[in-house]
């Protein structure tokens, strides 16, 4: 189903086959479409996808929404499902990066030869951030990015969204946004 309002476009799921049509994970998924989402009006004036290419970015961090990056070749359609399993999606923390082709045909990556990386389990220390969070805001929806510096103690937890953290400093149109560990009975 698609309601507009404003110029922004918004697209109702369908029910899967598999989940009762009331299910919370079936109608929560009201997307906002972004960068030419109709296909009606603007699909031509998107740039053809290349090999390897996000056709479309659904950031699922609050109301999913999704940004329209490029067209798949030979009229074939880009998903945009919140399915992290559709064989097209490649995630990275909040967002699903979707693919025209199976993200089983990319090549994967070599450890230490193509890619490494450090994975440092430091423990917070008292009145120190477990997690820092940047937020700007655009004229429909708010984009967010998490960086988690340390481990909360056992027992501990440190908030996972921004609105549950302390506000920071705003830099030009980005505001920051601090997470303390916030000990079990609260």
């Not at 009201?30 to 659904?58: H, I, K, M, Q, T």
């Not at 699922?60 to 945009?80: D, I, L, M, N």
């Not at 450090?118 to 009145?127: A, E, N």
């Amino acid at each position: 189903m698609r309601e507009s309002h404003r110029g922004v476009h918004f697209l109702r799921l369908a029910p899967a086959a598999s989940r009762s049509p009331r299910s919370p994970e079936t109608w929560a998924a009201c997307l906002l479409c972004r960068n030419r989402c109709d296909p009606r009006n603007s699909e031509s004036e998107l740039p053809e996808c290349g090999p390897r290419a996000v056709c479309n970015r659904v950031d699922t961090y609050g109301t999913p929404w999704v940004e329209r990056q490029c067209r798949c070749p030979g009229g074939q359609s880009c998903p945009r499902s919140l399915d992290a399993h559709d064989g097209h999606t490649v995630r990275d923390k909040w967002r699903l990066l979707k693919l025209c082709e199976p993200v089983d045909d990319l090549p994967r990556c070599r450890y230490f030869r193509d890619a490494a990386w450090t994975v440092q389990r430091l423990r917070c220390q008292r009145k120190e951030p477990c997690r820092l969070f940047t937020v700007r805001k655009r004229p429909d929806v708010e984009e967010v990015n998490a960086s988690t510096l340390c481990q909360c103690p056992r027992g501990w937890h440190c908030p996972g969204k921004h609105t549950e953290a302390v506000p920071g400093p705003r830099y030009d149109r980005v505001r920051t946004y601090s997470a303390y560990c916030t000990a079990p009975d609260h």
